[in-house]
């Protein structure tokens, strides 16, 4: 197992380093998300071992106790999961980034969070996208983003620092990565999560920053 996260990982990165050549893009720039939600510790365990401190989860239920023994001031979590305004809260205190804000609800959690200055350092917050304007899937419609993002910094001085969305599964994905791009530029967004294990070297062509792999590295979850 450790061999195979290892190699997973140096692959990937290699994966990484090629496109950016190609296209002409620091791979500083790529922050890779390793997505640790339904692995067990073990396998967190062993990429932590590689030097590797970014990673995403989707449940406070499952990732406090998987974390809570492992986790140093130098890793980086982000919440990726649906943004319940119940639990903002527990979310804020335990997430370096929280990445699906897209209700009103949650933005004033949020906002009351940052007010309490109920942790040392608050998270970065990024708006979810529906990028494929999916009934299935939550996020703002790509033309209700930039009244969102405005409602966010003025009605609650909310400091966004990025956008991400989970296009339509489809061999067709640069025309939803171009319009994230194409958003996220008019709207001053600089920090773009997009792409994942299927379509993660098309989503660094259209400018994503932020991508989240997980069966690459840790193959099939547990659930």
């Given amino acids: 197992m450790e061999l195979d996260i290892i190699n997973n990982f140096k692959y990937l990165n290699l994966n990484i380093l090629n ?20 692995q067990d510790a073990k396998k967190v365990k062993e ?7 970014s990673f995403g989860e989707n449940r406070m239920k499952e990732a406090a106790p998987k974390w809570d023994k492992i986790l140093s001031n130098d890793i980086t979590l982000h919440y990726i999961g649906a943004l319940q305004s119940k639990k903002v ?5 335990n997430f370096d980034v929280i990445e699906t804000l897209d ?3 949650s933005a004033e959690k949020i906002a009351s969070c940052n007010k309490k200055k109920i942790k040392k350092k608050a998270p970065k917050i990024y708006i979810q996208i529906n990028i494929g304007q999916e009934a299935q899937k939550r996020g703002l419609m790509p033309s209700e983003f930039e009244c969102f993002l405005k409602m966010c910094r003025e009605r609650y001085q909310l400091k966004i620092s990025g956008a ?6 489809t061999n067709k994905s640069s025309k939803y990565f171009n319009l ?3 958003i996220c530029l008019k709207c001053d ?15 660094i062509e259209y400018g994503s920053t932020n991508i989240r792999i997980g069966s690459l590295i840790f193959g099939k979850r547990k659930s």
Wanted: proline share 5%; hydrophobic share 30%; net charge positive.
């Fill in 89 to 93: 809260k527990e979310i804020y205190s």
């Fill in 19 to 38: 496109i950016c050549k190609k296209i002409n893009r620091n791979p500083s720039e790529i922050n890779l998300v390793a997505v640790s939600k339904g």
């Fill in 180 to 182: 994230m791009k194409e």
């Fill in 103 to 105: 209700t009103e609800s």
């Fill in 164 to 169: 991400m969305c989970l296009p339509p599964k």
């Fill in 47 to 53: 990429l932590l071992k590689t030097g590797h401190k």
């Fill in 189 to 203: 967004i600089h920090d773009i999560s997009m792409g994942m294990s299927d379509d993660y070297l098309r989503a």
